[in-house]
């Protein structure tokens, strides 16, 4: 037979938590109900003003000031009070968000394994850094070889000089670099698509990177003659530092949107997990007894809270030498 108690699986200090917001929660909806009445009788009240004057008895204005000075002193205490729930609700929010959220961290399989693959967000973003740092490198070294290719062609040589492939073999290496990186940022992308299998978050896809396969291109460039590999050269350069770059930032966009989308999804579960415990909390756990007390008795244990908070957070220098 099936456990009738809907909370027989949360912490007590959950259900405590819960109880107090739906209280809470039930006590603004009341609330506002109470404020928007008293409104509509003053409302009604104004329309009946009496006249001034001779025409107005005395007692109607009196009898209408007596009201409208009651329903503006209901006004206030209901405002004072609203003030006093928004208060305490703002306190107790943040932790039992908290508490949820380690809660469904451990009794929820899916949401566990696709919320902690957002540890690749920083993996991705080092790993997307390292790659734009690699392809800045392999600039400069194209750039500096473009320039010694181009003293052998203003010298008409048909080869290439011994300064012109050491800096290839420079070349090389950047291009090596680069390459290995962006395998390496693409790996990532891949690692956390696995992370997401079978998840709600499995939607979300980090971005992969071209590989550029500059190792090999620079393969090529060293057997051109130096005045056609200096046009290839030429190409290579206007590729990356007008194309490639533009895609880094691209890639980083489209990234951010990934992890957003992420972080929206591990939200929005969250939200749907407590907005349903919050209305059995409503139907199961809000007490009959006036809101004033029941008030008070959440304020203190608030604050008793807050207290106990505090003290954890005190250094004691001398505790430890006892």
């Not at 992890?259 to 939200?271: G, K």
Request: one cysteine or more; glycine letters at 4%; charged letters at 30%.
């Amino acid at each position: 037979m099936a456990d009738p108690n809907p909370f027989a699986d949360l912490p007590s200090a959950i259900v405590d938590l819960l109880r107090d917001e739906a209280n809470l929660s039930s006590a603004t909806h009341v609330l506002e109900d109470a404020r928007q009445d008293a409104l509509n009788r003053r409302d009604a009240a104004r329309a009946q003003r009496p006249a001034f004057g001779i025409i107005g008895s005395k007692k109607q204005r009196e009898d209408y000031a007596q009201t409208i000075a009651s329903l503006e002193a209901q006004l206030v205490a209901i405002d004072s009070m609203m003030n006093r729930v928004t208060s305490a609700r703002d306190r107790v929010q943040p932790w039992l968000r908290a508490a949820l959220a380690q809660h469904l961290n451990h009794a929820d399989p899916l949401y566990r394994q696709g919320f902690r693959a957002s540890r690749f967000q920083e993996h991705w973003r080092r790993a997307h850094a390292i790659v734009a740092d690699r392809m800045r490198g392999f600039i400069r070294d194209t750039r500096e070889t473009r320039n010694a290719v181009s003293k052998d062609v203003q010298k008409n040589r048909a080869i290439y000089s011994g300064e012109s492939l050491w800096h290839f073999g420079n070349l090389k290496k950047a291009a090596i670099e680069l390459d290995r990186e962006v395998d390496a940022l693409n790996r990532v992308a891949g690692d956390f698509a696995a992370a997401v299998y079978d998840t709600p978050f499995a939607i979300i896809r980090f971005p992969n990177a071209d590989a550029p396969g500059c190792s090999q291109i620079i393969d090529t460039l060293t057997l051109r003659p130096a005045a056609a590999g200096l046009a290839e050269i030429e190409a290579l350069l206007a590729e990356f530092t007008e194309a490639r770059q533009s895609q880094l930032t691209e890639l980083m966009s489209a990234f951010e949107s990934a992890a957003s989308e992420h972080d929206q999804l591990a939200e929005a579960r969250l939200r749907q997990y407590w907005s349903g415990l919050l209305m059995q909390a409503e139907a199961c756990l809000v007490s009959d007894a006036e809101l004033e007390p029941t008030l008070n008795d959440i304020e203190r244990r608030q604050a008793e809270q807050a207290r106990r908070r505090l003290d954890d957070q005190v250094i004691r220098p001398f505790d430890t030498e006892r």
